[in-house]
């Protein structure tokens, strides 16, 4: 299939499974790229995967426990090694602030600690292939978001996109999409709350949770050609709730 969009060759998303990492995946197999699925839960991820090669998308997935930082970064390893078309990585997986975490340093681990320890294999590999990074971020890294290693996680992964887009420019370019409140499984509440809705519809400036596909959207920019002058940035996507705020 010929790309629609500006780049080539291979790309892997982690958190692939459903929610935004999906909506990735989907939308650069769409343009033509070999996308490798990259989830812990098994079964979702093949159903996902299942779901794409049904639209004629020829994906491959890797269960992987991404908690586990050795069994991640031995993955990043064996998938740079085994295809060398991979050009483009999407760091997506991340504990969430809903995930009920008590301890600070768990939270930091599956938040910055594992999209660094991906970064560090990955980045001078792609910098080899002129290839592009995306780490997702969220708009907790410059809002409150009533966790504290959640939004200092967040914050961190800013700032290690910034030092490695200064570190492997001009052949590697790495950025970061911050979302606001999008319409996944952590988010339900704010569809299916009432209170929450209406203060969604009174008072975020797009009047809505978003999308995943508008997300995805972002990051589909930010790997190609389109964004070749663009690094060290973040494209917040948020329907201006950090215009606004939620008051």
């Known amino acids: 299939m010929k790309p629609e ?39 979702v991820v093949e159903r996902a995967a299942g779901s794409l090669r049904a639209d004629g998308h020829p994906v491959e997935t890797r269960v992987v426990d991404l908690g586990d930082l050795d069994a991640a970064t031995a993955a990043a390893h064996a998938l ?15 504990l969430g602030p809903t995930d009920g975490r008590e301890s600070f340093a768990e939270g930091i681990h599956g938040t910055l600690v594992l999209t660094g320890a991906l970064c560090r294999v990955v980045a001078p590999v792609l910098a080899e292939r002129t290839g592009a990074i995306v780490n997702v971020a969220s708009l907790a890294a410059f809002a409150a978001s009533g966790s504290d290693w959640y939004s200092a996680g967040k914050a961190g992964v800013l700032g290690l996109t910034r030092e490695l887009a200064a570190q492997y420019a001009p052949s590697l370019r790495v950025n970061a999409v911050a979302p606001g409140i999008i319409r996944t499984n952590r988010t339900v509440r704010y569809t299916d709350d009432p209170d929450l809705r209406a203060l969604v519809q009174t008072h975020l400036p797009m009047r809505r949770v978003g999308r995943p596909e508008e997300i995805a959207g972002a990051i589909s920019f930010l790997l190609d050609d389109d964004a070749s002058y663009v690094t060290g940035t973040t494209i917040t996507v948020d329907g201006g709730m950090s215009v606004r705020g939620l008051r």
Do not use: C, P
Request: positive net charge; aromatic residues 4%; hydrophobic residues 45%.
């Open 80 to 94: 740079l090694e085994g295809r060398s078309d991979i050009r483009y990585w999407v760091n997506n997986a991340s």
């Open 5 to 43: 969009g500006g780049k080539s060759g291979g790309a892997v998303v982690t958190g692939a499974a459903r929610g935004i990492g999906l909506a990735a995946a989907r939308r650069l197999a769409a343009e033509g790229l070999a996308v490798v699925l990259v989830d812990r839960d098994a079964d």
